[in-house]
T-cell receptor, first 110, second 112 residues
Framework: DGGITQSPKYLFRKEGQNVTLSCEQN?????MYWYRQDPGQGLRLIYY???????QKGDIAEGYSVSREKKESFPLTVTSAQKNPTAFYLC?????????FGPGTRLTVL | EDKVVQSPLSLVVHEGDTVTLNCSYE??????LLWYKQEKKAPTFLFML????IEKKSGRLSSILDKKELFSILNITATQTGDSAVYLC????????????FGEGTQLTVNP
């Protein structure tokens, strides 16, 4: 089955800890994206990558970091510098016509 | 700065009603406009619009784009409770790595 997987589905962390969210796709897409969604709001772009070993900051990159060592994988690290990390995180990949989303990770920082 | 504005932000209707959701945008190099439906999980793709005046249709849902006036509408006829969701509009720019700029979404509630 082709698609995007994110893990874990739910994640709880203590304040001050870094946490890494996984995103894997087997759609052979070059472009991958990370979004954050807060309650009652649309999606805001954190980082995106158009090709392996290259990525760009989105609109709210502060406190986050990414890597793109493989085409299939685009992990997101939420660092302790992110002031309000509790949110729903969505990973996506894109071909020309459509952007496909993973199931999301709901991160709660206690 | 790119901007996508959706209206209304929330809407409550009764089953069988017809609804129209609006999306206006300001984008430097427009490539396409996408509509998504989100039901407490990841958004699911509905439509992609690139040309003005050509209606896209899928069952009770339809959408059209006006590139001159910079807006799109999403129509849902004979609404059902299963249509209750957040509807997201996103615009793709030609020259920014295919990044999408999303609106805030319209929360649609369909009551029986």
């Amino acid at each position: 089955d082709g698609g995007i997987t994110q893990s874990p589905k739910y994640l709880f962390r203590k304040e001050g800890q870094n946490v890494t969210l996984s995103c894997e796709q087997n759609l052979n897409h070059d472009a991958m994206y990370w979004y954050r969604q807060d309650p009652g709001q649309g999606l805001r772009l954190i980082y995106y990558s158009q090709i392996v070993n290259d990525f760009q900051k989105g609109d709210i990159a502060e406190g986050y970091s990414v890597s793109r060592e493989k085409k299939e994988s685009f992990p997101l690290t939420v660092t302790s510098a992110q002031k309000n990390p509790t949110a729903f995180y969505l990973c996506a990949s894109r071909d020309y016509n459509e952007q496909f989303f993973g199931p999301g990770t709901r991160l709660t920082v206690l | 700065e790119d901007k996508v504005v959706q209206s209304p932000l929330s809407l409550v209707v009764h089953e069988g009603d017809t609804v129209t959701l609006n999306c206006s945008y300001e984008v430097t190099n427009f490539r396409s406009l996408l509509w998504y439906k989100q039901e407490k999980k990841a958004p699911t793709f509905l439509f992609m619009l690139t040309s003005s005046g050509i209606e896209k249709k899928s069952g009770r849902l339809s959408s059209i784009l006006d590139k001159k006036e910079l807006f799109s509408i999403l129509n849902i006829t004979a609404t059902q409770t299963g249509d209750s969701a957040v509807y997201l509009c996103a615009v793709v720019e030609e020259t920014s790595g295919s990044r999408l700029t999303f609106g805030e979404g319209t929360q649609l509630t369909v009551n029986p």
